[in-house]
């Protein structure tokens, strides 16, 4: 054979060897991809966690802690927001250490295990880069609604603010059909309609600055999907804190929680609340009380001796109309990073 025929089959063979070295390569490098994207979104204890029941005096409950990632935070107070949508997504807000950005977390619940909603943000999560967020809700068109200088919707990567300069309300609470909210806190109470994104045509409503009965300063409002509106705050200032039920219009329906400091039903710390279909729950520092809408008071527990692991309660959210979403915490000795389960009581 020739030599130039020989040196022809040679650099032949050799650019056949080459490209078969090249497809392995890429095809390491694809199935190095997608392990790695399973890591991120692994979820290693598949199995249900087990269904434990509580009792509350004569009402007996179930509890179950939902599988997740691994969630830290670096303190109690970067957890902005713990909001439940459709029954089965869960959004968690955390502030960074330095409150340069804000994370949304977006979670959907697999049979007790929650795995990150991909269809959200980034992989599940999204960041909003803005400074110092003091809160975060959660729209019907899962739009991100958040507070800083005004408020801001952010939709398809695109940022809408509005009323800036206009309100320090520092909470978003949104009527049944997402078309109002409140804006409330910072002594607001306004009722501000919600369209394309943006709050428009904020007026005073009937707890605005410090109206009785929260002379101390309103705190928090739930408003459930028949449009009764729960207001917690202080009944003066410094004092203990109270729930009180109002209609649409303003007419006070009910009230939880006793002005006396002795009685066991008084509120001293109100961290979150909840309304169910057939009882409101109060996160009083690490007690949950719970009453019925009747204004029956049940009684309470102590979340650490509930939840186990020394875990405490941070936030509340209803899933559906009887069932609980509780967000609790411990703190790691060694990390210092706040833990974070997130539990269901179903009653």
Do not use: C
């Amino acid at each position: 054979m020739p030599e130039t025929e020989k040196q022809e089959k040679k650099h032949r063979f050799s650019h056949k060897v080459l490209f078969l070295l090249l497809t392995v390569l890429v095809m390491v490098g694809i199935a190095a991809y997608n392990y790695r994207t399973e890591i991120q979104l692994r979820i290693v204890h598949m199995k249900p966690q087990p269904v434990e029941t509580v009792d509350l005096g004569k009402t007996s409950m179930k509890l179950q802690r939902f599988n997740t990632p691994e969630l830290t935070s670096y303190d109690v107070d970067k957890i902005l927001s713990f909001v439940v949508r459709d029954n089965s997504k869960f959004y968690l807000a955390l502030r960074s250490q330095d409150g340069e950005t804000t994370t949304v977390q977006a979670f959907a619940n697999r049979d007790g295990s929650l795995f990150p909603l991909r269809s959200f943000g980034q992989k599940g999560t999204l960041t909003i880069n803005n400074k110092m967020v003091l809160s975060v809700n959660i729209a019907q068109n899962y739009d991100v609604v958040y507070v800083k200088k005004g408020l801001h919707t952010l939709r398809d990567g695109n940022d809408i603010i509005s009323l800036r300069g206009k309100t320090t309300a520092t909470k978003v609470e949104f009527l049944p059909g997402y078309e109002q909210a409140y804006l409330y806190g910072n002594d607001n109470f306004f009722l501000a309609t919600y369209k394309d994104g943006a709050f428009e045509n904020h007026k005073p409503s009937f707890l605005h600055n410090r109206k009785k009965p929260f002379t101390g300063g309103l705190t928090q409002v739930r408003v459930t999907d028949k449009g009764t509106i729960y207001a917690g705050g202080r009944i003066k200032p410094n004092g203990l804190f109270m729930v009180d039920a109002f209609t649409p219009q303003g007419k006070l329906l009910k009230s939880f929680g006793s002005p006396i400091q002795t009685d066991k039903d008084s509120i001293y710390n109100l961290i979150d609340m909840a309304v169910l279909d057939n009882y409101l729950v109060v996160a009083d520092g690490f007690t949950l009380k719970f009453w019925k809408l009747d204004g029956t008071y049940l009684g309470n527990l102590n979340s650490s001796k509930v939840l186990g692991d020394n875990l405490n309660v941070a936030r509340l959210a209803p899933i559906d109309g009887k069932t609980l979403g509780i967000l609790a915490y411990v703190r790691n000795a060694q990390t210092k990073l706040v833990e974070i389960k997130i539990f269901a009581l179903t009653m």
